[in-house]
Every structure is written in structure tokens, then in C-alpha cells.
């Protein structure tokens, strides 16, 4: 009698092992079908994008001043609120998108091994597709522009940021062409509800800033790069 209880105790914790087995192997097969997808979609982006700033064809949307002081602009990450920047069209004959959004540039971090392309606004479907402009002046240019990505787990997007530190270098490549070295020097964590890395006075130098969630979701993961002099 006891062992026959005993080999039923057993053959439920074989069923939970395997259960929870399959489980982790699902969501494993998820995030990395996910991930594959991910990448491939903002490789064949960034070679249109590249593509099109050898021919010198390009439309960029430039993205204005469009500064904000309420919470709404820090929720887009947990909440996914939408953000969205005005923007103007410049000149050229082609807009390069990706999944539906303007790229308005590319931004690469060799540190992490990180190229995406930046697409002109934030929304809750922008940063499914790649990285995006929050808010600020526009790409490469006077003050400070605001990039936000989601930190997923299967190492896309910003999710590696956690691992830059002050001197690492940032580029960010503009519709124009120019490709800008930005020299990292401040990383830091603040809660969801501080704007004021967003609105910082930059003495009229091109700065960038890079927002992101850590890990658990509970603080927002700051970085301030600066254009190197």
C-alpha cells in the first residue's frame, strides 16, 4: 500500500517536471522565433536605410521641439501609452519605413553590438518594431533628443544597456547622412515618473538620451551621451 502511494507521488512530480519542462521550452521557442523575426525585419530596414543614404534619396521626417512635462511620456514602456513627436518632411524623393513608421536614422552601439533603426515617434507598435524618438529637437541636432526602447528579455532593443558605461560610445546617423560619435557619461535609474533628463539644459551642444526599463519594471534606466568634442 505505501508503495504504491509512493510511485503515485512520484509519477505527479514526473507530470509537474514535465510540465513545467515544456513550458520553458515553449517560451524559450517563442522569444527566440521572436528574436529571429526582430532582427531580420531591422536588417533589411537598416539596408534600405543605408542603401538609400549612398544614392542620397532620402526623406526623413525631422522631428521638432515637442517637449513634455507630464507622465504620460515616461509610461510608454509599462503602460504603452503613445507618444508622438510633429514632424516636418524634408527634401528628397523617398521615405524609408519599417513596419508602417518613418526612419528618421539609424543608432549603433558596438559595446553591446547594437544597430537599429530609429523610427520618428513613439507608440505602443513603434516599439514592438524597433527603437524611437520620445521627444527633443530631432536626431543629430542642438539640445537634447530623447531614444526609448523596450528592455526585452530575449536581448533585443535596449534590453543590454544595463551593461554600458560612462565613456562607451553611441552613433546615431541622421537622414542626412552625418554619423555622430556621442560619448556616454551618466547612467543611472529613476523612477517612472521623472521627466527632467528629458527637458536638461544641453549649453547648446547635440546630447542624446537613452530611456529604457530595467529589469523588473520598476525604475526607468537612464542614459546621457554626449556629442564628442
Aim: hydrophobic letters at 35%; charged letters at 25%.
Amino acid at each position: 500500500m505505501v508503495d504504491k502511494k509512493y510511485n503515485k507521488v512520484l509519477t505527479v512530480i514526473l507530470v509537474i517536471v514535465v510540465i513545467v519542462i515544456f513550458a520553458l521550452l515553449g517560451f524559450w521557442g517563442y522569444e527566440t522565433y521572436k528574436k529571429y523575426f526582430q532582427e531580420k525585419g531591422k536588417d533589411q530596414a537598416l539596408n534600405e536605410f543605408n542603401n538609400s543614404i549612398i544614392s542620397g534619396n532620402i526623406i526623413g521626417g525631422q522631428n521638432q521641439n515637442n517637449v513634455q512635462t507630464n507622465n504620460e511620456a515616461l509610461n510608454f514602456v509599462v503602460a504603452g501609452n503613445e507618444v508622438q513627436n510633429n514632424n516636418s518632411t524634408g527634401s528628397g524623393n523617398k521615405v524609408v519605413t519599417y513596419k508602417g513608421f518613418t526612419v528618421v536614422g539609424k543608432i549603433e552601439i558596438p559595446e553591446i553590438d547594437l544597430e537599429y533603426p530609429v523610427l520618428e515617434r513613439v507608440t505602443k507598435t513603434s516599439l514592438e518594431a524597433s527603437v524611437g524618438v520620445l521627444m527633443g529637437p530631432g536626431l543629430n541636432k542642438v539640445g537634447n533628443t530623447v531614444i526609448a526602447g523596450h528592455n526585452y528579455r530575449n536581448g533585443t532593443f535596449f534590453s543590454r544597456n544595463k551593461e554600458l558605461k560612462n565613456g562607451d560610445e553611441i552613433y546615431i546617423t541622421d537622414t542626412s547622412g552625418n554619423r555622430v560619435k556621442y560619448i556616454i557619461y551618466n547612467v543611472y535609474n529613476t523612477s517612472a515618473d521623472d521627466a527632467e533628463y528629458m527637458t536638461r539644459d544641453t549649453a547648446g551642444k547635440r546630447e542624446i538620451s537613452l530611456s529604457t526599463c530595467t529589469d523588473d519594471s520598476k525604475y526607468r534606466l537612464i542614459i546621457w551621451a554626449k556629442e564628442e568634442e
